[in-house]
């Protein structure tokens, strides 16, 4: 017998979970602060990882759904200099392990397998309390409420669940994105067209970097990422798009007009995307009935492994529970002492913490090395 599972946040690790479990014939409810699918952009590609997002896909039986929206040339990488010399220009030759898509359609594969009603949308969780004997209710901003006996955190760095299981909450990690596009890039930005290629390129330095990926659409999406404390973007008036840009472009002044171009010329206002993380190795002690996946469970800066490793852990949750029907805590318990170590060795890179883009060593060479040295690892 299969206790009914609550989710909070139909994310895509959230959503994975409740298809793995639609799978086994447990039942599921998933609740979700937006108010619809489309009530917002699902952010840009994401790269699917062969050691973890395709097998949560394979786990959940969407693996044919993937293959059909996969980007083809979109794996091609290059590292550029700030003086737009390329230093690396890896093709996309259709071997490599990590295929490019669209975060917003691989979530729309995950909602299209679910039955009809399984997502709640419109449902944002103001607060969570313990009742007791492994029950908890989950209050609402509308001031409704729902009680389960088996609670899942889903809901990303700011969780509502993980008081549950945890005092720790997420601090600044030193650095941010700002966002921007340019679309018809070939067409209307052919130089920053031509610097980015046909798939992602990244330009670092000791403190900043510019991060560019196309898209689908012939759109680039740059990320342009700075070591900076909060106060010294507080600083900036982001509601004013053209000062916002000039102020964000000027900390790369001396860069080849190609690289910049990809700020200065973009078809979008500038968003910032602060980045928050857990402490490496967040953990907590079992607690009957409720538990973490993603961010939620062990949020980090971003590294590319993010949205990966909350499918995984939607897929080897759900995956646990099946196994043990009638046995909540076994599954649970299961789940959290994989995921734990699984979760903190993707955090590191080669012995050090992933992305520090602060680091002395953050240049063009310094980048090829670390991804030698990795591949060597492998």
């Known amino acids: 017998m299969h206790i009914p599972v609550t989710i909070i946040g139909a994310g895509l690790g959230g959503l994975v979970l409740a298809r793995v479990l639609h799978v086994h014939g447990i039942p599921v409810t998933v609740y979700e602060a937006e108010s619809s699918p489309s009530a917002r952009m699902q952010g840009g590609m994401l790269d699917i ?106 809901d990303g760095a700011w969780s509502r669940v993980r008081p549950l299981l945890s005092a720790t909450t997420p601090e600044y990690a030193g650095t941010s994105f700002v966002e921007t596009y340019l679309f018809d890039a070939d067409s209307r930005h052919p130089a920053a067209a031509k610097a980015v290629g046909g798939g992602s390129m990244i330009a670092p330095s000791p403190g900043k970097e510019i991060f560019a990926h196309r898209e689908s659409g012939d759109t680039l999406h740059t990320y342009v990422a700075l070591s900076k404390p909060q106060d010294w973007f507080a600083a900036i008036d982001f509601t004013d798009a053209a000062t916002a840009t000039a102020r964000i472009a000027a900390e790369f002044d001396g860069w080849a007009p190609e690289l910049t171009a990809l700020i200065t010329d973009g078809d979008t206002a500038p968003v910032l995307r602060p980045h928050y993380a857990l402490p490496t190795g967040h953990r907590w002690d079992r607690v009957p009935g409720v538990t973490l996946l993603g961010d939620a469970a062990h949020l980090t800066a971003p590294n590319g492994e993010g949205a990966n490793l909350a499918m995984l852990d939607g897929a080897e949750l759900g995956k646990a529970l099946a196994a043990h029907p009638g046995d909540v805590e076994a599954a649970l318990t299961e789940y959290e002492q994989a995921m734990f170590p699984r979760s903190a060795e993707a955090a590191t890179f080669g012995g050090a913490e992933v992305h520090r883009i602060d680091s002395d060593d953050n240049t063009a060479h310094g980048l090829i090395n670390k991804f030698n040295e990795y591949e060597k690892g492998r």
């Not at 097998?55 to 293959?67: P, S, T, W």
């Not at 729309?108 to 007791?132: E, K």
């Open 49 to 154: 990882h062969d050691h973890n997002g395709q097998l949560a896909l394979k786990a959940a039986g969407l693996m044919d759904e993937f293959l059909a929206i996969v980007l083809e040339g979109r794996e091609a990488m290059r590292v550029l200099d700030r003086d737009g010399t390329v230093l690396l220009d890896e093709a996309d030759d259709g071997t490599g392990g990590r295929p490019e898509v669209q975060r917003g359609e691989l979530r729309q594969i995950l909602l299209d397998s679910l039955p009809t009603g399984t997502v709640t949308w419109g449902h944002r969780v103001s607060s969570t309390r313990a009742l007791g004997e492994g029950r908890y209710e989950v209050t609402f901003a509308d001031g409704t409420t729902a009680t389960t006996s088996l609670l899942v955190g889903a």
